[in-house]
C-alpha cells in the first residue's frame, strides 16, 4: 500500500523533506518472481486475472474463483482437479 501511495503521489515528504520510495529487489526475490514468468505469460495469453503477490506467489481468476499459489507444486497439485489449466499449462510443469 505505501508504495502505491508514493506512486499516485509526486512527492512523498517525512517530516518536511522528500523521501523515495522503492521496491525490494533482493536477488533471492527476483528469482522466485522469474521462476513464474513462463507461467505468468501463459496464463496472460487466455485473458485471466493475474498478479505475482508479494514476495512471489502467483494469483489468478478462473471460473469465478481467485487462486493464489505460493510455489510452482502447490499449482501443479491443484491443476491436476482442473482440466482447463491442465491444458493451457502443459509442458510448463
Known amino acids: 500500500r505505501i508504495l502505491k501511495a508514493a506512486r499516485d503521489r509526486p ?5 518536511g523533506k522528500p523521501i523515495r520510495l522503492s521496491e525490494d529487489f ?3 526475490r527476483l528469482q522466485a518472481r522469474r521462476e513464474w514468468h513462463a507461467i505468468f505469460k501463459v496464463l496472460k495469453g487466455e485473458n485471466l486475472q493475474l498478479r505475482i503477490l508479494y514476495p ?3 494469483s489468478f481468476r478462473i471460473e469465478r474463483e481467485i487462486k493464489c499459489f ?3 507444486q ?3 497439485e491443484s ?3 482442473k482440466p482447463v489449466l491442465q491444458e ?3 509442458g510448463l510443469i
Open 11 to 15: 512527492h512523498v515528504t517525512y517530516r
Open 26 to 28: 533482493s536477488v533471492k
Open 56 to 58: 512471489s506467489r502467483l
Open 70 to 72: 505460493p510455489d510452482k
Open 74 to 76: 502447490k499449482l501443479k
Open 79 to 81: 491443476i491436476t482437479k
Open 88 to 90: 493451457m499449462l502443459k
